[in-house]
């Protein structure tokens, strides 16, 4: 005998409702946990480094528990909110945010920053947020994970780099095989 489903509840069709038409709020909250986590830590080998700025960033988190979820947690502070990695590479969204970029972010009069991208993905930062953001952008400059390994890449690297096999020429994303 075939098993016969039953209707959506109406908490799980609330949920999808929310899901299904989303707009991801981008913030800084863990954004200013890393830079302030890293000014701390700044001299500490990154495998001390990381472990205790993961700590600082959870610490400092807001954390929603909403009523309809079935697993706890977020990255944002918003509902379907997004934290941003800038440790890994955020120039493209400095660079958006200051429209320097053809797919930039436009403040509407809601006093959020709307971003004009045609993926359909619907992001939105607030304003005070984004001027959050833009203020740790020198940072960044120095303290990406790219930023540090480009100090001991070997002579050459970026003629190699420039042919495609990385994303931009002086920026290593992830590491290196073993033995190479």
Known sequence: MAYKFRGVTDRVWA????????????????VMSVVNAYKKYDKLPPDIKIPKTTYEIVSNMTVRVEDFDVFVGNIGKEFLGCGVWP????????????????THWTLWDDGYYHCDDTTGVRLIMKKEEAELFMSTREFWKTHTFSSGISSWLPDGFDECAATGVNLKPGQLFGGLCTGH
């Open 87 to 102: 440790e890994w590479e955020a120039e493209w969204l400095f660079s958006q945010l200051a429209g320097e970029d053809p």
């Open 15 to 30: 949920f999808r409702e929310m899901v299904r038409d989303r707009v991801i709020a981008v913030d800084a909250e863990r």
